[in-house]
């Protein structure tokens, strides 16, 4: 059988992994809930498929990767199809898309991947339901923990250009981050050297006050950066404030020991100028 990734909820990272694969020749499957995405993904080379309301093509996949986010009720793809997960035994790979978050708050101290999941918000507290049930199906499951993602058409500059970007100051916050394209080499790197039942963090190697990144965001645009605002000032929405409820410094040792990873971004200073040529500004 030629390689073939099933990509269920294929988005923002999994279409960098599917531009590594597709020119090495994989057949990749990406499910999508519109037809006008659907129009996008084939013009990429993916296969569209409208899911949730087809049956998912298990038994034409290779490897398999969920980017699908949890409810509180539990992973929506093993609520929809879990009979069809546990008998596809014939996978050689299955990757989750988990979150850093599930480490929850650590007072800005590190996180490796043998830390306890203590995760202190309702989506942390899903994300480590969803790992369990993915890893309860008996598959060749590899979790990848994602720090904040960001890259071409989903980092700061917008905002800092539009005026809306804004520099809150949170003491002692820190945060990790990660670009999408050192997400899909680590992706790649993991189908390469498959692993079942390994947790992998994907963060770069610099965490980093999210006031600094937007500074040095309007300073590549030659803007002024913007005002300082104390958190204890600012209007932020619930869930924009939930952000800022955890502190942590995430390392990623394991992807570059186990892995071979040599991050094309290893800090964010790398990954801004990165995005900024890409999107032309």
Same mark, same amino acid.
């Given at each position: 059988m030629a390689k073939t990734l099933l990509s269920i909820g294929h988005g923002y990272s999994a279409r960098a992994l599917a531009r590594l694969l597709l020119p090495q020749g994989w057949r990749v499957i990406g499910t999508t809930r519109s037809e006008d995405k659907a129009a996008a993904l084939r013009a990429e080379g993916v296969e569209p498929l409208i899911w949730p309301g087809t049956p998912l093509p298990l038994g034409e996949a290779t490897h398999l990767l969920t980017s699908v986010s949890p409810t509180a009720d539990g992973d929506p793809v093993i609520a929809e199809a879990k009979a069809d997960l546990r008998a596809a035994t014939h996978l050689d790979w299955v990757g989750y898309l988990s979150t850093t978050g599930v480490y929850g708050d650590r007072g800005g101290d590190w996180v490796d991947e043998t830390d306890a999941l203590t995760p202190s918000t309702a989506r942390?507290?899903?994300?480590?339901? &969803?790992? !369990?049930?993915?890893?309860?199906?008996?598959? /060749?499951?590899?979790?990848?923990?994602? @720090?904040?993602?960001?890259?071409?058409?989903?980092?700061?500059?917008?905002?800092?250009?539009?005026?809306?970007?804004?520099?809150?100051?949170?003491?002692?916050?820190?945060?990790?981050?990660?670009?999408v394209d050192d997400i899909a080499q680590v992706l790649a790197a993991s189908i390469a050297r498959p692993n079942p039942g390994a947790a992998y963090n994907v963060c770069d190697d610099d965490p980093a006050p999210p006031q600094d990144v937007i500074a040095h965001a309007a300073e590549l645009l030659g803007l002024s950066v913007?005002? &300082?605002? !104390?958190?204890?000032?600012?209007?932020?929405? /619930?869930?924009?404030?939930?952000?800022? @409820?955890?502190?942590?410094?995430?390392?990623?040792?394991?992807?570059?020991?186990?892995?071979?990873?040599?991050?094309l971004y290893p800090d964010y200073r790398a990954g801004l100028a990165a995005v900024l040529k890409a999107e032309g500004m």
């Open positions: 942390g507290r899903a994300r480590v339901k &969803a790992e !369990a049930e993915w890893a309860d199906l008996g598959l /060749p499951l590899h979790i990848f923990r994602l @720090a904040g993602i960001y890259g071409p058409g989903r980092g700061p500059f917008s905002k800092v250009k539009s005026g809306k970007a804004r520099r809150i100051i949170k003491e002692g916050q820190v945060f990790s981050r990660t670009h913007p005002e &300082a605002i !104390a958190i204890e000032d600012a209007e932020m929405t /619930p869930m924009a404030r939930s952000f800022y @409820a955890e502190s942590k410094k995430v390392r990623n040792d394991r992807i570059k020991d186990e892995l071979g990873v040599e991050l």
